[in-house]
């Protein structure tokens, strides 16, 4: 019985800090301290503390790191190069602070992927961290905000009476964030938006640690709640893709094991389309919060116009030095908010090449992946949804294109693609397609 505690045991504090890990992933904006030119927030702490709990499982490490390499290869190791490519041909600090945060955000994400794989893709953990990521940031930001005489409640009505988006963050969150960040440093919007990258990560982990055999009616719930929240945010490109991400899980869903006629396939799937006519339509109601709801997704705001010009910007910057690049510059005072025209313009054509490559293969492999699932429903043998598995990577390949940091994926971005992942590497263990374990293995075995 000894002999069997110690791995236990282990197992149960994986479990506990990686939902720690997944709970504070809205938390980005939390400062704790800095290490050199590199500003050290809440949730990079817990990544070191889980990788400390691994280290103690070496041999079970060393496989789930060859098995998720698997899954990972070539298309991360496309993008380290990239990054090596950067500090080289991108002259200055910036470029060495690029690397340096996007290094971490990497070994960081991957540290979480092999603790799903060490806890065997546990469905409570992705269910608490995810409900726990959400309902923290809702309770952590209304206690900073009591002493301001501030609160969620009087955001909300605000926002109902007048559809003033903007007080949500200026006049509300701005002052809360402000309390917990760096000395001399001022609340961003792109803090705002690294909390709506989480929130939607957090919800679709939580809705795919559902095992159940009825209708998540507690998903549900949590669905609507975490929604409203996102309206509040107003955060455009995190919007989109959850209206993508939600009726594309519940199609996948019903490929795999909803659909007993063609009668019933066409009848779901009018539903669905008419589910995201009808999201279009309740934005043309004459309401004051549903009107600027509207004009947000006119695209003919500031923020549209000011990347137009950017990328007109960054185009002329490479026209002058297509090959090699002109190194990092910025258009005024910002770095370009797009991936590929700024890995062009900073560090020229192969560095631009290897993210595009990588980005298509990556982009091809989760197509793959749903075609999968919907082709053979017995590939997935995990207890987990994988409708909202596959859905997982929709909003880091969506904001690439238009992300600052030279539209580099954030910390959680880069959880997400990774605990993506770390989850199809546990289910290839578990359907016996990657290394085979003996039983007595720090990890446990995985069924057959």
Same mark, same amino acid.
């Given at each position: 019985?000894?002999?069997? *505690?110690?791995?236990?045991?282990?197992?149960? $504090?994986?479990?506990?800090?990686?939902?720690?890990?997944?709970?504070?992933?809205?938390? %980005?904006?939390?400062?704790?301290?800095?290490?050199?030119?590199?500003?050290?927030?809440?949730? @990079?702490?817990?990544?070191?503390?889980?990788?400390?709990?691994?280290?103690?499982?070496?041999?079970?490490?060393?496989? +789930?790191?060859?098995s998720l390499s698997a899954v990972l290869a070539p298309w991360l190791l496309l993008y380290l190069a990239y990054l090596l490519m950067l500090p080289l041909l991108g002259a200055g600090e910036s470029a060495k602070g690029m690397v340096l945060r996007q290094l971490y955000f990497?070994?960081?994400?991957?540290?979480?992927?092999?603790?799903?794989?060490?806890?065997?893709? /546990?469905?409570?953990?992705?269910?608490?961290?995810?409900?726990?990521?959400?309902?923290?940031?809702?309770?952590? %930001?209304?206690?900073?905000?009591?002493?301001?005489?501030?609160?969620?409640?009087?955001?909300? #009505?605000?926002?109902?009476?007048?559809?003033?988006? #903007?007080?949500?963050?200026?006049?509300?969150? %701005?002052?809360?964030?402000?309390?917990?960040?760096?000395?001399?440093?001022?609340a961003k919007a792109s803090d705002k938006n690294g909390v709506t990258v989480a929130i939607l990560a957090a919800l679709l982990l939580f809705r795919a640690g559902y095992t159940g055999r009825g209708t998540d009616r507690l998903g549900q719930l949590v669905t609507v709640f975490?929604?409203?929240?996102?309206?509040?945010?107003?955060?455009?490109?995190?919007?989109?893709?959850?209206?993508?991400?939600?009726?594309?899980?519940?199609?996948?869903?019903?490929?795999?094991?909803?659909?007993?006629?063609?009668? #019933?396939?066409?009848?779901?799937?009018?539903? $669905?389309?008419?589910?995201?006519?009808?999201?279009?339509?309740?934005?043309?109601?004459?309401?004051?919060?549903? &009107?600027?709801?509207?004009?947000?997704?006119?695209?003919?705001?500031?923020? *549209?116009? +000011?990347?137009?010009?950017?990328?007109?910007?960054?185009?002329?910057?490479? #026209?002058?030095?297509?090959?090699?690049? &002109?190194?990092?510059?910025? @258009?005024?005072?910002?770095?370009?908010?797009?991936?590929?025209?700024?890995?062009?313009?900073?560090?020229?054509?192969?560095?631009?090449?290897?993210? $595009?490559?990588?980005?298509?293969?990556?982009?091809?492999?989760?197509?793959?992946?749903?075609?999968? $699932?919907? &082709? /053979?429903?017995?590939?997935?043998?995990?207890?987990?949804?994988?409708?909202w598995i596959a859905v997982l990577p929709l909003v880091p390949l969506f904001r690439v294109w238009i992300s600052g940091d030279a539209g580099h994926p954030s910390y959680a971005g880069w959880v997400t693609l990774l605990l993506y992942a770390g989850l199809i590497t546990v289910?290839?263990?578990?359907?016996?397609?990657?290394?085979?374990?003996?039983?007595?293995?720090?990890?446990?075995?995985?069924?057959?």
């Open positions: 019985m000894r002999g069997q *505690s110690g791995p236990g045991l282990l197992r149960g $504090l994986l479990s506990l800090v990686l939902i720690a890990a997944i709970g504070s992933l809205p938390f %980005t904006w939390a400062h704790l301290f800095k290490v050199a030119s590199f500003d050290l927030q809440v949730p @990079y702490i817990v990544p070191v503390v889980l990788g400390l709990v691994l280290l103690s499982l070496p041999r079970g490490f060393s496989i +789930g790191l060859r990497v070994v960081s994400g991957l540290i979480l992927a092999l603790g799903i794989v060490a806890v065997k893709a /546990d469905p409570r953990v992705l269910r608490a961290g995810g409900l726990l990521a959400i309902l923290s940031f809702v309770a952590v %930001t209304e206690m900073l905000a009591r002493p301001l005489g501030l609160g969620w409640s009087a955001v909300i #009505e605000r926002f109902l009476q007048t559809g003033d988006l #903007e007080f949500v963050f200026y006049k509300f969150l %701005t002052p809360v964030f402000q309390q917990l960040t760096a000395i001399g440093s001022n975490a929604l409203l929240l996102l309206v509040l945010l107003n955060t455009r490109s995190v919007l989109l893709m959850a209206g993508v991400a939600l009726p594309l899980a519940a199609w996948i869903g019903m490929m795999r094991f909803g659909i007993r006629s063609p009668a #019933e396939f066409i009848l779901k799937s009018t539903f $669905l389309l008419a589910w995201g006519v009808g999201a279009v339509l309740l934005l043309s109601v004459d309401a004051a919060a549903v &009107s600027l709801i509207g004009d947000r997704f006119s695209f003919s705001d500031g923020s *549209s116009d +000011g990347r137009m010009a950017q990328y007109a910007w960054a185009i002329e910057r490479i #026209e002058a030095a297509p090959i090699w690049g &002109s190194g990092i510059e910025m @258009y005024k005072g910002q770095v370009v908010h797009n991936l590929f025209l700024g890995a062009w313009m900073h560090a020229g054509l192969f560095a631009m090449l290897c993210v $595009l490559v990588g980005y298509v293969m990556l982009c091809a492999a989760a197509v793959a992946f749903i075609l999968r $699932l919907i &082709s /053979d429903p017995g590939y997935w043998v995990l207890p987990l949804r994988a409708e289910n290839g263990l578990a359907r016996g397609s990657a290394v085979e374990r003996p039983a007595g293995s720090p990890l446990g075995a995985y069924p057959a």
